[in-house]
């Protein structure tokens, strides 16, 4: 299993670009990315998931380099609400494991 | 729509006592059904996961057991609860085919005392 490391917290303001990156060096050739986002007392909510180059969607974009061992989650114009825990995955079918995430704080 | 359920939301139980936490997911068939344990303020620990009905592969060992006797339910049981059992605890599923995107229920608050 591909091991991921984050970084433990990150603080924001209102209406800036957050980008949250993720290390994960012995990424398989077989494993996707997948980001998911946790409210308090709240099940994890899957935001974005990729294999390489850039992913986008109405919520977020996935950059992921040429050689898959880091990516980034790339949050535009953040609000109050985006104050979350994020996690970054990596694997494939059932081997996903969720590691300790990234706790995000968007301030007024 | 999709939809999963969890119940109950949550549950104070005694040490010793038995516990039994139920997943149903619906508005889709043959769907991969995962038990997560969420300690306060830690990332997620994957306690089970089942691809098909009777097919349960356990992650990490412990007094904790899993069944899926019908396709879109799955339960979480112990004989005994022990104080280190206390957690949040989420199912979620997923479609079977390709890379996963896990939904995840509304999660059980488990207390035990």
């Known amino acids: 299993l591909a091991k991921t490391t984050q970084p433990i917290s990150m603080d924001s303001y209102e209406g800036q670009e957050v980008n949250i990156t993720c290390s994960h060096n012995?990424?398989?050739?077989?494993?996707?990315i997948t980001w998911y986002q946790q409210f308090p007392s709240q099940g994890p909510r899957f935001i974005i998931q990729?294999?390489?180059t850039k992913v986008t969607n109405e919520v977020a974009s996935l950059f992921i380099p040429a050689d898959r061992k880091s990516s980034t989650l790339s949050l535009p114009r953040v609000s109050l609400s985006d104050t979350a825990v994020y996690y970054c995955?990596?694997?494939?079918?059932?081997?996903?494991?969720f590691g300790a995430g990234t706790r995000l704080t968007v301030k007024p | 729509s999709q939809t999963i359920h969890q119940w109950p939301a949550t549950l104070v139980q005694p040490v010793g006592s038995p516990l039994s936490l139920e997943c149903t997911v619906e508005?889709?068939?043959?769907?991969?059904l995962y038990w997560y344990r969420q300690a306060a303020g830690r990332g997620l620990q994957l306690l089970f996961y089942?691809?098909?009905?009777?097919?349960i592969s356990s992650e990490v060992p412990q007094n904790l057991s899993a069944s899926r006797p019908q396709d879109r339910q799955f339960i979480l049981s112990s004989k005994k609860l022990l104080l280190s059992d206390s957690g949040f605890y989420l199912c979620?599923?997923?479609?079977?085919?390709?890379?996963?995107?896990?939904?995840f229920g509304p999660g059980t608050r488990l207390t035990v005392t």
């Open positions: 979620a599923w997923a479609t079977g085919q390709g890379p996963l995107e896990q939904y």
């Open positions: 012995n990424i398989a050739t077989n494993d996707y």
């Open positions: 990729g294999y390489k």
């Open positions: 995955l990596v694997g494939s079918n059932n081997d996903m494991r």
């Open positions: 508005g889709t068939s043959n769907p991969n």
């Open positions: 089942s691809v098909g009905i009777g097919q």
